[in-house]
């Protein structure tokens, strides 16, 4: 019921179109598409040198499309995998559970502590609204040795937790559920009590599934942060590492791995453009509530 409310209330929002001629849109159409084209340059690069023998990758000027596609990158790097000391199936699964748990609490946690941020005021509520504002200044590099100092002092070194801890503490959540739960009226939550629901009841059953957009875009990006970490400082037993490890060390060894190197950045790339082109609705909806923009 609450959430057929709040689709009643989005359906009364009116866009109105611009008011633009016809050449506009042709002349805007035309310059979103060059810009689309030079964004998609690398793209198109990396899947083509991941099918180019090495004659062709050392090309110089280098080509775009490849002339010669060739399977060899592939089954060079597969040769290398199946002659690892430690089961490559050990370096997939590192990175599913850490990719996995990653998330989860990413999106737990920062929806819990959105909720009484954006729809309760209490002492101190608007001071922690503008640390957490002032935080995103502050990029992976320059937390890096706090993070290591704390989970050295709680004993979280060489363990899967050391790499999990930090992500689900980014504000970078907090500051995008915050945002979008704040659009959510607030008549929604009073209904809700009035029907004898819980605060929590009304967190998991209201407030989440209207926050659907907000999650699923949390989702994607700890996943794209999670998925290429390679352990770093962090972790340093073998059996531990991720795939993203694995690879790096594949494609270190040398020019001789150029190919396969190739091969590597395709398949680490092929992940996490595909889930983002199937939630990229998401994405954008939760960038124009969160008032965020690229």
Known sequence: MHILV?????????????????????LLTLILGLFGLFSAWPLILILNNAFKPLNEIFLFPPRLFVYSPTLNNFHDLSVIIQNSWIPFSRYA???????????????????????????????GSKVMSRLIVYSLMFNGTVTAIPNYIIMSRLGLIDTYWAVVLPTMGATLGLFLMKNFMVQIPTELLESAKIDGANEF??????????????????IILSFQALWGIT??????????????????????????????????ALIMLIVPVSVFIISQSNVIETMATSGIKG
């Open 6 to 26: 709040w689709e009643k209330l989005v359906a009364k929002r009116k866009f109105k179109r611009p008011n633009r001629s016809l050449s506009v849109d042709i």
């Open 93 to 123: 699964f590192n990175t599913v559970f850490i990719t996995a748990v990653g998330m989860i609490g990413t999106v737990f946690l920062s929806s819990l502590a959105a909720f009484p941020l954006a729809k309760y005021k209490f002492p």
């Open 201 to 218: 009841g009304i967190f998991l059953k209201v407030v989440m599934p209207l926050c659907k957009p907000a999650w699923i875009t949390l």
């Open 231 to 264: 352990g770093g400082t962090f972790i340093y037993s073998e059996e531990l590492k991720p795939v993203s490890y694995a690879l790096s060390q594949i494609t270190g060894a040398g020019i001789a791995r150029t190919g396969v190197a190739s091969a590597v």
